[in-house]
């Protein structure tokens, strides 16, 4: 069964400073892998999303994520993050097309907390 | 265009009543999926509807189901509440079955 890790809970970073939040997974194949990030009480916005062709994928708000088959990690950065990147991040499995599609709908990990201190 | 609408956005139940929960995709999207998130247990996959069809369902009792209807919109119903059914529910509508989910603000259920 597919699985996702994200191994930190909670990530303090200062604002203008760099970020990087890690995700690893357990898929059968390369599945497609996303990022979300879910404001207090909110849905999920998609951040960004790697499906094929080029690892290095770019999102909105200035966030990125290189997908690495080697290390099935697909993690998440920004150069320089603002007070208003503050909220849960998830990364995100769900299986490709070619398998048929949604079968088990996407699969997420358990969030990263992310806190901006001023 | 207009987003992936839940409505209401919060509901209080009683234990043993039952609750219906409604989610307008996003115009031309076929697939809807429904998803719970609590502390504990975070985000889990309910079911997904494609083209009226319950493609698949997650690992939750019977007391959960949904339908779509023509026009994509979908409901999900849990019957004979629980405490521990207390939770967001969130609606994410696609293109395709493969294609990105975009997610719903959700419905926060409490269950008394």
């Known amino acids: 069964a597919q699985s996702v890790t994200q191994p930190d809970i909670h990530i303090t970073v200062s604002e203008g400073a760099s970020l990087e939040l890690r995700c690893n997974y357990s898929?059968?194949?390369?599945?497609?892998l996303f990022w979300y990030v879910q404001s207090p009480g909110q849905g999920l916005q998609l951040l960004l999303k790697y499906f094929s062709g080029d690892t290095l994928v770019q999102g909105i708000k200035g966030f990125e994520a290189e997908f690495k088959r080697s290390q099935s990690s697909f993690n998440l950065r920004k150069p320089s993050v603002h007070w208003s990147d503050a909220a849960e991040y998830f990364c995100?499995?769900?299986?490709?097309?070619?398998?048929?599609?949604?079968?088990?709908?996407?699969?997420f990990g358990k969030g990263t907390h992310l806190i901006i201190q001023p | 265009k207009a987003g992936v609408t839940q409505t209401p956005r919060y509901l209080i139940k009683t234990r043993g009543q039952q609750v219906t929960l409604s989610c307008s995709p996003i115009?031309?999207?076929?697939?809807v999926s429904w998803y719970q998130q609590t502390p504990g247990q975070g985000l889990q996959f309910l079911f997904e509807?494609?083209?009226?069809?319950?493609?698949n369902k997650g690992n939750f009792p019977g007391r959960f189901s949904g339908r779509q209807f023509s026009n994509s919109r979908s409901e999900m119903n849990v019957s004979t509440l629980e405490l521990g059914d207390s939770a967001l529910y969130l609606c994410a509508s696609s293109l395709s079955t493969a294609d990105e989910a975009f997610f719903g603000q959700g419905t926060r259920l409490t269950v008394v």
């Open positions: 115009s031309g999207h076929r697939s």
């Open positions: 509807y494609f083209s009226e069809t319950q493609r």
């Open positions: 898929y059968g194949a390369t599945p497609y």
């Open positions: 995100a499995v769900g299986p490709p097309a070619y398998s048929g599609g949604g079968a088990d709908g996407l699969t």
